[in-house]
C-alpha cells in the first residue's frame, strides 16, 4: 500500500518541478519582451497569483499552467476571454491599491 503513495508523491514532486520550470520560462519571456515582474506568488483572498508583471500602462495578472502535452495545454488555453478568478483578483489589486 505505501508504494501507491510513494508514486503518487513522485507525480507530484514531478508536476511541482514542471510548473516552476514553466513559471521560470514565462518569467524570462516576459523579461525579455520588455515586461517588469512586480511579483511572483502573489497571495490574495482569492488565491494566487503566478506573475504580476507591466509593461507601460498594462498591468498583466498571469497564471502559468504547464502540461504534459502540447495537445492538452492547447485546448485548455483561456485565450482573451477572462476568467472569473482573475476578475476578482483584478478587484483585489485594486482595493489593496487604495489601501497604500
Known amino acids: ?17 514542471r510548473g516552476r ?3 521560470w ?6 523579461r525579455l ?3 517588469r515582474i512586480l511579483a511572483r506568488g502573489w497571495r490574495c483572498p482569492s488565491g494566487e497569483i503566478d506573475i504580476l508583471a507591466r509593461r507601460g500602462r498594462v498591468l498583466a495578472i498571469i497564471e ?4 504534459n502535452e ?3 495545454a492547447a485546448s485548455e488555453s483561456t485565450g482573451p ?3 472569473a478568478e482573475a476578475k476578482y483578483a483584478r478587484a483585489q489589486l485594486r482595493a489593496a491599491g487604495d489601501q497604500a
Do not use: I, N, Y
Open 25 to 30: 520560462l514565462c518569467l524570462w519571456h516576459l
Open 21 to 23: 520550470f514553466a513559471e
Open 70 to 72: 502540447l495537445d492538452a
Open 64 to 67: 502559468v499552467k504547464s502540461r
Open 1 to 17: 500500500m505505501s508504494r501507491g503513495r510513494g508514486a503518487a508523491t513522485q507525480r507530484r514532486q514531478r508536476a511541482q518541478r
Open 33 to 35: 519582451h520588455g515586461w
Open 81 to 83: 476571454e477572462e476568467p
